[in-house]
């Protein structure tokens, strides 16, 4: 059995508390294992664990029947210690006995080359702990000791690489969210305050894990908060903003610490100090781009800025564009900037603890670029990059433009919400937020909701610009109408609407705009489309094909390939579901073949839903399955959940007309019918749920509910209203983060497999109870999208009021932005929020 030893008594024993690191584990032991391995260095920020994995790699050692290992601890050393020094070091942990008159380097040679003399098998293991900061002399001392003894192996561990030629790295990540959750549990137990087995308790402690960036140190810390305060108010000091505590937080304990770990802040000073000023300048710069986070196997995750958005942002003549690349290698080398590196590109973002100091710090230089001026530049590069999407839209790098948007979300977002303090500069976020919409990038993200809520807010703020920016505010207005009747909210479309009219038209128009869809009134391209969708969704009439058509030549007038093609596919559409048979088949076949000839993969994949729904309804429903999964299995590869959303609707209407087809003929009681209409019921369900998590009410879509109520009424003639019931239900638990509705119309997902509810709910309703009476009230308006000003009418309170209300709003709800507040408002109050929708002020127009 291995034996870990040190000459000097200070080796670190075994730790009893260790929890995953198992993937670590195991490439440690086989480097150990192998010969070749001589340097093992174990690379991550402070606080991570390096340390406590390198004692348990150490100690669960089976390398030989006996082999000894020295340790030694460099933490106590001066920042840039010499060579000489850190060898001295070494040598009081390595040697029994003192060496007089010898030099440390002769010492070390005859101790380390003796321990192993006596057996070929025997290992020497060396343990370097805590390199960082002495890396000038740690270097040269372990080139020469791996020269001089053959049989050594020396394991390092560093915030960054020691840097020798053949060095084994390992990088040590956050701990996993399962583990990140145990630790925590863990170190509550420790302070007498349990963490229940409560949905709503463990989604807390899970929440707290994330936002201390699953780091061991830091979870420790947080745990050790319980002790004087509950789960929820630690959650709530760590906002991320500038309101965020951690940094004040410190350990509590006396004694077993180390100075470099008593505190958030202490860990990350200590590696902020050994930075460069450039360095540190640069990470200060970063603070004004989104966190990202270090996930498990997420190849999409969103977060981070490529090196363009970086130089855009953060360079000038303190920071020249050329040495930008450079500094960011070194940061992530150093363990305060992560990378998260694609086939085709890279990635950097910080974790959110060092972006809470890091952003302290550069609220305190008194810089020229300080943070103000650095938001102006992230919001413009971004507003530029959106504005680039519509010159790629229908074509070949469509894909590649919506990739980027994907990855950028969290910088998008937060452009658009900087924008809001200031009207000049909401024009900006405006621009932003109404070229998003028109190419449907919510919809993609799932995040119509806060966009809708972010531009809304926008067009409240941009009405205080001279002159006004009518156009923009028209265009987005008529955008926010179009997501509206997504989100179940006709009323505030046909409102949305409205206004727009009375601002393009003449006042001998404007009360009766709506009489004729085949004249040309004047309205602008966007406002024809959504009145198209209104019709269309809506009033289900097949006139919209009149107002698309209209929408789709202005468009091609403007130059707007992507208003135009949407334009085209929302006619085909029109056609399939309302026209007869040979119009509908005819403009779902000619818009097919020209998506197809753009090799645009989006509007491709919309193209056959078109050419599939007319297929459904006036040709075989069994090959309009068959188009409806081929299509799937493109959009599984994009992970375009909301065009596969639509795509199972669909397929389970063409599955409909089959069930149909079986009842008319008289069997509503064989195995296969049973089986069918059981299928409709799953898809039923299943469609549901994605729609929610997409924040879409489609059952309040008059065409969506129509198409619906087909199926539940042919389902319930074969199996039943209470199996039918319980079918959905079944459904219902197909999980849309993990593609579970597109697997099972794929014939992947077997019935049997259906995962168990999640308990989302409770934690849900568990915050909610958290929050007072006035809270709940300004949630819901808030959720209703009531600006803060209106809200405050209401309610007969000051601004100030409102906004200090809705900012616990969000801490106690963990909403990230004002936006996301709808998301956590309990399931009981939808219908409230949309008739508070609809009663919402009309906002300030623009001035003509």
Not at 183 to 208: K, M, N, V
Not at 309 to 332: F, H, M, N, T, Y
Not at 538 to 564: M, N, P
């Amino acid at each position: 059995m291995s034996e870990v030893s040190s000459g000097g008594g200070n080796g670190p024993v075994a730790p009893a508390e260790f929890v995953g690191r198992h993937a670590e584990l195991r490439r440690i032991d086989a480097l150990l294992n192998s010969s070749s391995a001589r340097l093992i260095t174990l690379v991550g920020p402070g606080g991570i664990g390096k340390t406590t994995l390198a004692v348990e790699a150490v100690r669960r050692y089976r390398g030989g029947a006996r082999h000894t290992v020295y340790w030694t601890r460099l933490a106590r050393l001066a920042p840039g210690a010499e060579t000489g020094a850190v060898a001295e070091e070494v040598l009081l942990s390595v040697a029994k006995n003192g060496i007089v008159g010898r030099s440390a380097w002769d010492g070390l040679l005859e101790t380390l080359t003796d321990a192993g003399a006596e057996d070929e098998t025997h290992r020497t293991i060396l343990v370097l702990d805590n390199c960082e900061h002495v890396l000038g002399g740690v270097g040269p001392l372990v080139v020469g000791l791996l020269q001089e003894i053959p049989g050594l192996t020396i394991v390092a561990t560093s915030r960054e690489p020691v840097g020798w030629i053949d060095e084994q790295l390992v990088t040590v990540p956050p701990l996993s969210s399962v583990h990140a959750l145990e630790l925590f549990r863990r170190r509550a137990e420790r302070t007498g305050r349990p963490i229940p087995e409560d949905p709503g308790q463990l989604a807390i402690a899970t929440r707290i894990c994330g936002h201390v960036d699953n780091n061991p140190l830091f979870i420790r810390l947080a745990a050790a908060r319980l002790l004087h305060r509950p789960p929820a108010i630690v959650l709530r000091e760590l906002s991320g903003d500038t309101d965020d505590r951690r940094l004040q937080w410190t350990h509590g304990a006396r004694g077993g610490v180390g100075e470099r770990h008593r505190s958030v802040r202490d860990v990350i000073a200590w590696s902020y100090g050994l930075c460069t000023a450039p360095e540190q300048l640069l990470l200060e710069r970063l603070s004004v781009f989104a966190t990202g986070c270090d996930a498990e196997n997420d190849e999409t995750q969103s977060g981070g800025a490529e090196v363009d958005a970086i130089v855009a942002v953060c360079a000038d003549p303190a920071l020249p564009p050329e040495r930008i690349e450079g500094l960011l290698e070194r940061l992530v080398e150093r363990s305060l900037l992560s990378a998260h590196i694609t086939a085709a590109t890279v990635r950097y973002y910080l974790l959110e603890s060092v972006r809470v100091f890091v952003r302290d710090r550069l609220s305190t230089r008194g810089d020229h670029l300080d943070e103000a001026r650095l938001l102006a530049r992230h919001r413009r590069h971004y507003r530029d990059r959106v504005a680039a999407g519509p010159a790629t839209w229908y074509g070949p790098r469509e894909q590649e433009w919506i990739a980027w948007a994907r990855a950028a979300w969290d910088n998008i977002l937060i452009a658009v919400e900087t924008s809001l303090t200031d009207p000049e500069e909401a024009v900006v976020g405006l621009e932003t937020a109404a070229t998003l919409m028109a190419l449907r990038v919510p919809f993609i993200t799932g995040s119509n909701r806060a966009i809708t809520s972010l531009t809304e807010q926008a067009l409240e703020v941009t009405a205080q610009v001279e002159p006004p920016p009518t156009r923009l505010r028209i265009n987005a207005t008529a955008l926010v109408g179009w997501i509206a009747i997504w989100q179940g909210r006709h009323a505030y479309t046909a409102q949305l609407l409205d206004e727009c009219a009375a601002e393009c038209l003449p006042s001998e128009l404007r009360a009766g705009w709506r009489a004729t869809t085949a004249t040309d009134l004047g309205l602008p391209a966007a406002v024809e489309f959504t009145w198209g969708l209104e019709l269309l969704l809506i009033h289900l009439d097949l006139r919209a094909v009149d107002v698309l058509a209209r929408a789709r030549r202005k468009f091609a007038v403007l130059g707007d390939r992507a208003g135009e093609q949407r334009s085209e596919l929302f006619e085909a559409l029109t056609y399939a579901n309302l026209g007869d048979a040979d119009v509908a088949l005819g403009a779902a076949r000619r818009h097919l073949d020209r998506a197809v000839a753009s090799d645009a993969g989006w509007a491709t994949s919309w193209a056959e839903l078109a050419w599939m729904i007319a297929v459904s309804r006036h040709g075989d429903p069994r090959e309009a399955v068959k188009i409806g999964q081929s299509t799937l299995e493109r959009l599984l590869i994009t992970g375009d959940t909301w065009t596969a959303g639509w795509v199972a609707h669909f397929s389970m209407m063409a599955l409909t007309y089959l069930l149909s087809a079986r009842i008319e003929a008289g069997d509503t009681g064989s195995a296969e019918a049973i089986a069918a209409a059981t299928e409709i019921a799953h898809l039923q369900g299943g469609i549901a749920t994605l729609h929610r998590s997409m924040g879409i009410v489609a059952d309040r879509v008059t065409l969506v509910a129509r198409g619906t109520a087909r199926a539940v009424a042919a389902v319930t003639a074969v199996i039943g209203a209470e199996a039918h019931a319980a079918a959905v239900q079944r459904g219902a638990r197909l999980r849309p983060e993990r593609d579970e509705l597109q697997l099972l119309l794929l014939g992947r997902l077997p019935v049997d497999k259906l995962p168990n509810p999640r308990p989302q709910a409770r934690s849900t309703a568990s915050r909610w109870e958290e929050l007072t009476p006035a809270e709940r009230e300004v949630a819901v308006l808030a959720a209703a999208g009531w600006a803060n000003s209106a809200i405050a009418a209401r309610r007969g309170s000051s601004i100030r009021t409102v906004d200090a209300q809705v900012a616990s709003v969000r801490r106690k709800l963990m909403a990230a932005t004002r936006a996301d507040i709808s998301w956590h408002v309990p399931d009981h109050l939808a219908e409230r929020i949309r008739l508070e929708s609809e009663r919402r002020p009309a906002r300030t127009r623009a001035r003509p």
